[in-house]
């Protein structure tokens, strides 16, 4: 896609598809260099479905959509909330 693109400013993931034998390290230094990027208030689980419906199809085994399938699971698992948790106090 072209830079400018809603879901992939930069171009980055997109190039990354087009390098022939990267590598899946290669692919998380770019996935990190993206998700940095990713403008405040932007659902990201959004923004990486979108990236894999576009993407995966073509290529199923790319490095990349391995990565952003990893993202994606991560972004997607539930996180404690709160700080430390209070003993009962005597």
């Given at each position: ?12 993931i ?5 390098i022939?034998g ?25 923004v ?43």
């Open positions: 896609m072209a830079r400018g693109d809603p879901i992939d400013p930069r171009g980055v997109a190039e990354a598809y087009r022939d990267i590598g899946e390290g290669e692919c998380r230094s770019i996935f990190l260099d993206w998700a940095l990027s990713v403008p405040d208030g932007q659902e990201v689980h959004t990486l479905e979108a990236l894999i419906v576009r993407h995966a199809p073509a290529n199923p085994d790319h490095p990349m959509t391995t990565v952003l399938r990893a993202g994606l699971a991560r972004a997607e698992a539930p996180r404690r909330r709160g700080g430390w948790r209070s003993r009962p106090r005597d």
